[in-house]
């Protein structure tokens, strides 16, 4: 294994350095993707990218999406050679010394999807929660299987070789569509879901990038495309029983 952290970021600038302290005792180096942050944002990232060497910022010209910058981030892991990318979140609420055990898994299961199963406390909005219970409902349908413990949580480690293949091949949501879309078409793909539990904690006057009504019909757009997917495998599956 040669993994690497990777972070998405657009407008995260008040937060940035305290994850990156959180997460220099891995020693792993980080790539940041600046999604067309605007420039008090971008002049922080630089900064940090000067005051640790382990840290590299590559820049978005404009902001095209959650998805958009973590395809941009796992094509550079992988140009440079990277085999896993292991993300987290730019706002602090994925737990870091959680690291290690995502890692453990990476290892013990190179090949696989490394989800975060996240655990959370009273600071969870309820509507969240909801939306989060419902999507995932959903993904058990698009999967017929109850792999996917939870298809929304940010923190995950990419097996690369597989990633890029689907991505290149596969079209894609931009936005917050992407992570349910990932990981489903991953285990499509055939690829073993492990499922690591973690704490996630909401901190007061965190800084949101999900658009409620926006986000929320980019995501069920997903599920129904992804649903039809499936009835187009049943097929496919029932042939595989027979053989």
Known sequence: MNPCLLIPNYDHGSTIEAVLESIAFTGLPCLIVNDGSHAETRAELERVEAAYDWVQVIHRRENGGRGAALRTGYRTAHERGYSHALQ?????????????????????????????????????????????????????????????????????????????????????????????????????QGLEIVNVPTDVRYHEGGISHFAAGYDTWLIAKVHVRLVGGMLLRIPKLFGRQRR
């Open 88 to 188: 987290l979140d730019a706002d602090g609420q994925h737990e870091a010394k959680d690291i290690p055990r995502l890692l453990e898994a990476a290892q013990k299961f190179p090949e696989a999807l490394v989800l975060g199963r996240p655990v959370f406390d009273d600071s969870a909005p309820r509507l969240r929660l909801y939306g989060r219970m419902l999507s995932q409902f959903w993904v058990w349908v698009e999967t017929l299987s109850f792999a996917i413990e939870d298809p929304l949580c940010g923190f995950r480690c990419f097996p690369l070789d597989a990633t890029i293949r689907l991505i290149e091949e596969t079209p894609m949501g931009d936005r917050m569509d992407f992570d349910p879309e990932i990981a489903v078409r991953l285990y499509w």
